[in-house]
DNA sequence: CTAGGGTTAG
């Protein structure tokens, strides 16, 4: 009876701890001996709990007397589960150890599956060979593994011979299959396994949505996304994480809107894709709320979410927060360090970055090359030559790790940034990569900070060469004529923009009130409360000006006479965003703003004057980097 | 048994 009972109860168990105490009651009611309500246990306990769980359930499992062949493919399968194929091949080979305890054809599955992943083809081969000697040859779950065995092993081949001459194929092997073409990017023969499936389910049309998405056809997912009438859950994340991935963030954003009007309930996996499109944008709002959600629905923090919280908190503006998050992660990876020591590096917190740098190494986690990238920009935003050049040249003597053209992008931008013009322009010429637009911009950058015309001119050449069109170079170039005023030059770069039409990217920047995004452009006048921005704004001038500001219209390209340049600096859209910020914000409070291009000059000194005038904090990411501005002066110390 | 997720130079 008592038996009966605790079926019942382990049928309708939906939480770790319900189970907990399934299991104390067993224990004491000496149904411990009783493999088949143990078997249940297990199950139930794998269905509702995660990887981190997986110690209980191994302790569960150790404890029990006499486990058979059932409980035994149980805890196989739960590690093979939680990508831990070795741990599944070691329960494997001490089941096979034990002479009283029949291996049957699902052990088999699951060893089979567990040496593909451990791309182990010796030990693959000859359980292949020793299934067919036993006559398990035509065994469904065996040839479905072994599909998935070859696949992995690259002998994809071998995989499809097997499904093309299964007797009674089900669904899944096709699906195996599809997943495994996907996988390796062969996109087109997945597409012909999908048109000559006999059917399809939900599987089936997900993997396809993922394997376009994967190669970035976005616009094929999309179709396919619209064609699949049942979306559930993971149509859904797909075709969320396709745009996120591609950076159309706000359409991912829209996408997660619709989700939940479709009332499918995001899990984790949806909530990493929507905190990296948050990031993007910078909608620190709906990042919180996101946040919130996660820790209302006590969701499990694993180490992708956490580095997409980190990573997003970064991303808009809220250092705290991300370092908040990243201090109560209980296990942290090369991901997680890597985004914690971009995010402070990119707030210009260098020495921090690079303290957490030193950290990761003594847990003995090995930095990569995304690592290096944070390391090399916390020193290009401090200042830090020489360490940066210790960190760069310890990258492969000492970690093994071979610098790309980014970390030489990295170095050239600290030694510029340092005022070594001559040598950043040496390590270009040197370095083992053809030098880049990025490496040439970094260099042009560095020009302008100390006014260096020769080698603004020599990189400009070499920069044009490779982005002829991009507005931004010009315009580099043109503040470096104006200010060793050179006005011919100047005249000559307006001239040639001119000339082959240049395209100017409008400044635009954006400012969340209330969880709404309110973007403006330079000299926008689309906003329903313009009017009341304008004469702010006008407000904030005058007051700039009785504490010293002067405009600096030098730095203006277009044609126009004096008052007209100070006109078109004082309608720069992270002024108007400012300007509505302080109008729609409680006193006191910080302001973000997330700028599309870097910011100005002119901008950068006004807005240190308005965060000392109206006694407010002003965080400004900009194309590269954050500025927090505190009572009249930059984080960034004006270093950029 | 099969499908979806994280860090990247200016």
């Known amino acids: 009876m008592i038996g009966k009972k605790v079926m019942s109860l382990l049928q309708n168990a939906t939480k770790l701890n319900q189970i907990i105490q399934i ?24 269905a509702c709990s995660s990887a981190n769980d997986l110690p209980y359930a191994r302790s569960v499992f150790d404890e029990i007397p ?44 699951l060893v089979i599956q567990a040496c593909g992943r451990l791309k182990d083809p010796g030990n693959g081969q000859k359980l ?27 002998d994809i081949e071998i995989a499809r011979k097997i499904l093309d001459e299964m007797a009674h194929p089900d669904l899944v092997p096709y699906n195996v299959l599809l997943a495994e073409y996907v996988r390796i990017g062969e996109i087109n023969l997945a597409h012909d396994l999908f048109d000559r499936m006999p059917e399809r389910d939900l599987v089936s049309w997900n993997t396809m949505i993922h394997g376009h998405a994967s190669l970035g056809d976005v616009g094929t997912a999309k179709k396919l996304f619209d064609r699949t009438c049942e979306r559930d859950l ?40 929507v905190l990296s499109a948050c990031g993007d944008v910078g909608a620190l709002g709906m990042g919180k709320m996101i946040h919130e959600c996660i820790e209302r629905n006590r969701i499990e923090i694993d180490l992708k979410l956490g580095t997409s919280l980190v990573d997003m908190y970064a991303k808009c503006g809220d250092i705290d927060n991300s370092l908040r998050v990243f201090n109560g992660m209980n296990n942290r990876d090369v991901f997680a360090w890597s985004a914690m020591i971009m995010g402070l590096a990119n707030h210009g917190f260098g020495e921090l970055a690079l303290d957490h740098f030193s950290k990761m190494i003594s847990e003995d986690i090995k930095p990569n090359d995304v690592t290096f990238i944070g390391v090399l920009s916390a020193c290009s935003h401090i200042g830090l030559v020489d360490k940066g050049w210790t960190y760069f040249t310890s990258m492969s003597k000492v970690y093994g790790v071979s610098p790309k053209i980014e970390h030489y992008g990295c170095v050239v931008d600290i030694l510029g940034r340092a005022g070594r013009l001559q040598e950043a322009k040496e390590l270009i010429r040197s370095m083992p990569f053809a030098p880049d637009a990025i490496v040439w911009r970094a260099l042009l950058g560095a020009c302008r900070i100390y006014k260096n015309v020769e080698i603004a001119e020599e990189a400009t050449v070499n920069l044009l060469e490779l982005e002829p069109h991009v507005d931004g170079h010009y315009v580099l170039l043109s503040n470096i004529y104006s200010q060793a005023k050179e006005w011919d030059k100047v005249v000559n770069v307006r001239r040639m923009m001119k000339n082959i039409n240049i395209q100017k990217v409008p400044g635009s920047s954006s400012i969340e009130v209330d969880n709404a995004v309110h973007e403006f452009v330079a000299g926008d006048q689309s906003h ?20 010293g500001y002067a405009p600096l219209t030098a730095s203006v390209l277009q044609d126009f006479d004096e008052k007209e340049k100070e006109n078109a600096l004082a309608h720069h859209s992270e002024k108007l965003a400012i300007a509505f910020g302080l109008l729609s914000t409680a006193p006191g409070s910080t302001i973000r703003i ?9 901008c950068h000194i006004a807005i240190k004057l308005i965060s000392r005038t109206y006694k407010r904090r002003i965080i400004v990411r900009d194309r590269n980097r954050f500025h927090h501005f505190v009572n009249g002066s930059c984080s960034c110390k004006d270093y950029w």
């Not at 299991?23 to 139930?44: C, E, M, P, Q």
């Not at 997330?594 to 002119?602: A, H, I, S």
């Open 594 to 602: 997330v700028k599309n291009l870097r910011v100005c000059d002119d």
């Open 528 to 547: 329903p409360e313009s009017e009341k921005i304008l004469r702010m704004l006008s407000e904030i001038t005058d007051r700039l000006k009785d504490n």
């Open 23 to 46: 299991h104390a009651l067993i224990i004491k009611t000496s149904l411990d001996g009783n493999n088949f309500v143990l078997a249940k246990l297990l199950r139930r306990l794998f």
């Open 128 to 154: 292949h060979t020793q299934v067919l000697k036993i006559g398990l040859g035509s065994d469904l779950f065996v040839e479905t593994a072994l599909i998935e065995m070859y696949a992995k092993f690259g």
């Open 66 to 109: 006499s486990p058979d062949t059932f409980i035994w493919n149980t805890m196989i399968r739960a590690y093979l589960n939680s990508q831990n194929p070795q741990e599944s091949m070691s329960l494997f080979c001490q089941m096979r150890l034990l002479e009283c305890i029949p291996i049957d054809s699902y052990s088999l599955s």
């Open 234 to 273: 993971i149509s859904w994340s797909s075709m969320i994480a396709a745009y996120a991935k591609t950076r159309q963030s706000n359409e991912a954003l829209r996408l997660f809107h619709e989700m939940q009007l479709a009332n499918v309930l995001p899990d984790k996996v949806t909530m990493v894709s």
